[in-house]
């Protein structure tokens, strides 16, 4: 991956919609140059799928929190696979410090959160969690 693959991700990261023409026309290339380079970031992987992101405030009724866990011994590849299979856990996150992972958390309510709650704590392999509610956001990306 190059300079000019990473500006075509920049400019996609800040607009996933913008069309090939557009992205040519910022960066100086021809449309089929972009259009090949895309391609490619799509074949190798490194450009995995395109997506939506909502404003926190549009789905007002959703609770979102972040947990903290702690995996016993070398139970990280187990816990990882049982925690994606949770339907709570919007994403997983591997971190260093106190803590091994990071999961984010969405429920529709508080009682919602709490069953999530509690069949993530039923992970064999994991040996403590640390879960705070988010509740506002300040600046988004």
Do not use: C
């Amino acid at each position: 991956m190059d300079t000019l693959d990473q500006q075509i991700l920049s400019l996609l990261r800040q607009d996933a919609r913008l069309n090939v023409a557009t992205v040519a026309s910022k960066l100086g290339v021809s449309r089929g140059t972009v259009t090949n380079r895309i391609r490619k970031l799509e074949d190798s992987g490194v450009i995995v799928g395109y997506t939506v992101r909502l404003r926190p405030d549009t789905e007002p009724n959703e609770i979102r929190a972040w947990m903290s866990i702690a995996v016993e011994g070398n139970d990280v590849r187990s816990v990882i696979g049982k925690l994606l299979g949770e339907p709570g856990v919007a994403s997983l996150h591997d971190t260093n410090g106190r803590w091994d992972l990071l999961a984010e958390l969405r429920a529709e309510n508080l009682a919602g959160l709490s069953k999530v709650l509690e069949r993530i704590r039923l992970i064999r392999g994991i040996s403590s969690t640390e879960t705070s509610i988010h509740l506002e956001t300040y600046r988004l990306g």
